[in-house]
């Protein structure tokens, strides 16, 4: 079936380090995929934070950034060093590009910055 | 950026009751979703909702539940009557245009208890 898999939280890390959550996605009934990070922040409904569309092309948003890998079916995000402020719950998510749009998401990981 | 506001934000209610969660999309979007979370699970797709009409549905939006959006106000979701497993979060969003590539806005969602 189609689903996203995602790194299971919580997830926390120092201020300036390195970030990399996993995602990887089964599109198998979808022939084009979109891939998409939102993000959660206290109180607050998801907000897209970046998306691709085409397999092979980086998306980039506020220092984050994933590239859609058709080979490997993942869409990692990586940050190369947090801040306290990008503490969140993250979520990848599929979506069909030809139909009404049903969006698969992740479970979401939490992530704590320790300053 | 564009709001989605969902009211109320909790609702406790007895199993064999009606709700009504309300939903207050972008004022130009045309395209409305709900999705529904339980606690520790993927946040999943109940339905879609465009030019009055329901376009998609999941095995998730039981005949107990209805979607309106009367005179172009609030996008609402009832359940009647509601069942134990409906608890869960519930998310609305709403998007300028149909499908997959597209950015959804959610509201912060309403937490639903049903006892």
């Known amino acids: 079936g189609d689903s996203v898999t995602q790194t299971e939280g919580p997830v926390t890390v120092s201020e300036s380090e390195s970030l990399i959550i996993n995602c990887t996605y089964s599109?198998?009934?979808?022939?084009?995929?979109?891939l998409f990070w939102y993000v959660r922040y206290p109180g607050e409904g998801l907000q897209l934070l970046l998306k691709?569309?085409?397999?092979?092309q980086k998306g980039s948003s506020r220092g984050f950034e994933a590239t859609y890998n058709k080979e490997t079916t993942s869409f990692h995000l990586q940050k190369a060093s947090v801040q306290e402020s990008d503490s969140a719950v993250y979520y990848c998510?599929?979506?069909?590009?030809?139909?009404?749009?049903?969006?698969?998401f992740g479970k979401g990981t939490s992530l704590t910055v320790i300053p | 950026g564009p709001k989605v506001l969902q009211i109320p934000s909790h609702q406790i209610i007895d199993m064999g009751q009606m709700v009504t969660l309300n939903c207050d999309p972008v004022?130009?979007?045309?395209?409305f979703y709900w999705y529904k979370q339980i606690l520790g699970q993927q946040m999943e797709f109940l339905v879609n909702?465009?030019?009055?009409?329901?376009?998609?549905k999941s095995k998730l939006f039981k005949d107990q539940f209805s979607v309106e959006r009367p005179d172009g106000s609030y996008f609402t979701l009832k359940i009647q009557p509601t069942a134990l497993e409906d608890s869960a979060v519930y998310f609305c969003?709403?998007?300028?245009?149909?499908?997959?590539?597209?950015?959804?806005?959610f509201g912060s969602g309403t937490r639903l208890t049903v006892l």
């Open positions: 909702f465009y030019n009055g009409k329901v376009m998609e």
């Open positions: 691709v569309i085409t397999a092979g």
């Open positions: 998510a599929l979506g069909d590009s030809t139909g009404y749009q049903n969006f698969y």
């Open positions: 004022s130009n979007h045309l395209y």
């Open positions: 599109a198998t009934s979808i022939a084009y995929p979109n």
């Open positions: 969003a709403s998007s300028p245009t149909g499908g997959g590539a597209e950015t959804l806005y």
